[in-house]
């Protein structure tokens, strides 16, 4: 129990750090981030199989490694996933992410309320989602979640993109 106790309150603290970057990190600037490559070094913190295809180039910061370690986190705590497919798109100037689990899914009753601030479908802190959908929106992208069949979950993350061309003229 008090193992427990102490990890709920390390996570409580680390996500109430994630949310007061959030609220202070207007004044960060966001920068060209290789969506792969966050994903991959996200990826090594978990024993789960993963396959990843495409990649593309976003404008964010240090919190977007924060937005994947959280969905991989709850599909793998919460959904009781052992298999992760990771696609990364680009379409126009948004890259889309489609993160897929084969874990038991998130309930309907549930779906429409895990981005709301303290939701805690599970024992978490509620926070977690919630700074990740407003990550998502501060670098002027949009998130959602859909079932993935025949079971688990998928994020989809539209985030803008860079062109790979602006980034070399840099």
Known sequence: YAFNTVDK?????KEMRELESLIYSGKRSVKPCDVREVIESVLKSYPVECNIEGD???????????????IIRNAIDHGKADKI???????????????????????????????DEE????????????????TVERYNGGIRVEDNHPHGAVFILNLPSVKREKIESQ
């Open 9 to 13: 309150s390390v996570k409580l603290i």
């Open 85 to 115: 497919d990771i696609k990364i798109k680009n379409t126009n100037d948004m890259c889309e992410v489609r993160i897929a689990d084969n874990g038991i899914g998130i309930p309907d009753d549930i779906k429409v309320r895990i981005f």
């Open 56 to 70: 593309s180039t976003v404008l964010a910061d240090e919190a977007l490694s924060s937005v994947f370690d959280n």
């Open 119 to 134: 939701f805690s479908g599970g024992g978490g802190t509620g926070l977690g989602l919630y700074i990740v959908q407003k």
